[in-house]
Each structure stands twice: as C-alpha cells, then as structure tokens.
C-alpha cells in the first residue's frame, strides 16, 4: 500500500473518514468505495461496535439447505458460504437421510474447558495436591464471577489438576470445567480463569501466566447418526465406494485432511450464518481428529444388516445463541429465527447433521461420478460472467461451456463474441 501501513490515528476515525483515507491509499475507484462501504444487512454501527477499525462489510451468499430432519425435528438450515454445491450436497444427503428417519443426534452438554498455567512451582506433586484439596474455594471464585449463568444452572461445576512437562520444565495446569448454558462461553470461562488466578498462585507458590478457555472442546461433543438407505444412494457398489474412501481417511493424513474438511464446508457454513466464532470450530474440530495422536476422520461408516450405510460423526460443538454475534448481528438473528432454535445445544445438534450429510455427500459423489460434475455448471456461470456476460447471456454460455466441456475464460470469450455480433 502506498504511503506506509502505519496509519496513526486511524481507530479515531469515522467508518467514511477511514474509508476515505483507504481511497487514498490503495486508489479504490468510487464504485470500490461503495462496495467497501456497504454492510449489507448489518447496520454500520453495530459492526463498529463489533470489530474495531471498521471500512464496510463482506457478504456472502446466503443459502438454505432444505430437507433436514433432525431428532424428529424439521429444518431448514441457513448456509453463508462462497462455495459452489455445498448446499445442493447438504439438501440431497438429507434427502436421503429422510428415507431411513434422518438424523439422530445427542450431545454431552455444553461444558468448556478454562486452563490456568502455573510455572516455577518448587514440587509440582504437592502443589497440584492442594490445588485440588481447595477444589470448593476455587469453584466458588469462579462462580462468583457471573451470577446469571449460575442463576441458570451453569457455571463452574468441577476442576482437574494436571502436571504437564514443557520445554521449560513443569507446569501445573489448573482446569475448570465450565458448564456455558446458552453461550458459547469464551467470555465466562476467560473471565473466571482470571479471576482464580491468584488464589491458584497463593495455594501454589507458584507464577501464573496463561488464563484462557481451550478450544479442544471435548466435553461439549455433539453426535450425530444416520442411515442411508443403499437403493436412495445409488445401489452397492457405491455404498463399497464410501467404505473404500473411509478406509482411506482412516489410513492416510493426507486424505483425512481433505475428508474433514468437507464436514467443515456444512459446519462452518451454518456457523457463519448463525454468528458463530467459526475458528474455535475449526480448532476443536482438527484438535479432536487428533485427540489419539494420530490425525483422524471425524465420522466413522459402517453397514449395517439391510446393506444400508450407517454413518457417524462426532465433534466438538462449541456455539451460543447469547453474548456473541448471533445475539447482535442482525442476519444471524434471522438465521437462528429460521431455524427456530431454543437454545445452543439445538444448533450444535442442527451442525451434527449437517457436518455428517456434507461429509456423506462428499464421499457419495467421489466413490461415483466424481465432484466435477456438479461443481461446474456454478463454475463456468462464474466464468461467464468474468469475461463480461450479463442476463441470459451467463446461463447461455455456462450449457455451452458444460456441454463441450471447455470451462475456460477463453472459450467463454469467444463465445461472448460471437453472440454479442449477433
Ligand atoms: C470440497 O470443498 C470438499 C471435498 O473435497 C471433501 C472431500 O473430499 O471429502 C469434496
């Protein structure tokens, strides 16, 4: 950028007065200037109080996913995403999924996990005795610190004490597990794992530098089940297919990598949608794939007696629906509204199935006709359109690029040529 990223005083500005000085800075043309600046259905002042040194907004497609039922329970799920064909996918696998009675999901509560790291300690052993000797005193620090959720039925309800041996020799890790109710939870636990802090120094001896909540989320697991009747997929051979490309995942980093994050294409998709923090997401989702030591799928596929597919995720789920942006972004509010959710725990259960349905959708069209096919009618209308085509020109020239299987800029040049003459 020219003129230097330094930009004193640019949190003092208003959104125009940055986004003036961006004009400056980068050359944006007028119309990049209104793009920038344009939040979309999120007002300028609620992203100002959202984020700091706000220009604009960036929106994303917003689709609905239909089909899903869910424990009994109708959806349609809001899906925010750039992606071609994900949505289709998630539609089509809960298509499937109904023929069999659609998804089965439980969960272990939303409890998140909050570390408090202790250094320097003389005798790690009889340090970690006492801290676990003053378990009540410490739980009820921490309680203190937000009486509505204890109100509710949340709040610290128990804590481990562990010796960890670190590059810079052992360390007592303090870890309060925290029941979160409705909220995703960053902030309460955060808050109380500061506020034991000293306590934990005083009944230690010891210094303490990291209070902070842990992505691993591995007490506030979602799983979800589902059958897929064999003949609704697409008969044996392609049910032998999805347990070749497990068996793959299973075996190989490499693929596991790629398998988990189609789950991801569905999990995030909905998460952005309903205002969740999608890298606390990703974090527990890749953390727990490797809770073995090993890097692993997050779905299991079995048959089952019928010859149909039985498929199986389970992953940390760490959302809310009180105190994040689903609570003040206004899209997100009318996603949760669309969805018709009572509390957290429903959209973590809704994310379940929609994680499993893009992950057996994903691996239905790789063991079959590949995920080409259905990627490209999106793809070449994106190509269309990049070289210059409008209205009904885009969909004319997308079927021709499908059908002489040519999905380049060039072709679809010529071919916005040769109509425009016309
Ligand atoms: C693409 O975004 C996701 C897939 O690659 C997932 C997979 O390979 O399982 C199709």
Known sequence: ??????????????????????????????????????????????????????????????????????????????????????????????????????????????VMIGQIQTVGVRDPRMAAKKLAARKKVLLAKANEQDPMLVSLGGGAKDLNVKIIESLKGPMVIVELFVNCGDAMGANAVNTMAEAVAPLVEAISGGRVYLRIISNLADRRLVKATAVFDKEALGGEEVVEGILYAYAFADADPYRCATHNKGIMNGVVAVALACGQDTRALEAGAHSYASRSGAYKPLTTWKVNKDGDLVGTLEMPMAVGLVGGAAKVHPTAKANVKILGLKTAIELAEVMGAVGLAQNFAALRALASEGIQRGHMKLHARNIAASVGATGKMVDQIADQLVAEKKIRMDRAKEILDGLSKK
């Open 1 to 110: 950028m020219q003129g230097g990223s330094e930009l004193p005083g640019f949190y003092k500005l208003s959104t125009e007065e940055r986004l003036k000085l961006l004009q400056k800075l980068a050359g944006l043309t007028e119309e990049e200037v209104k793009v920038l600046g344009n939040t979309g259905g999120l007002p300028s002042d609620i992203a100002n109080r959202m984020i700091e040194n706000v220009v604009g907004g960036m929106t994303l497609p917003l689709g609905i996913a239909t089909n899903f039922l869910v424990n009994g329970k109708d959806y349609v799920v809001p899906m925010a995403i750039e992606e071609p064909s994900v949505v289709a996918a998630a539609s089509n696998a809960a298509k499937i999924a109904r023929v069999k009675g659609g998804f089965k999901v439980t969960n272990t509560g939303p």
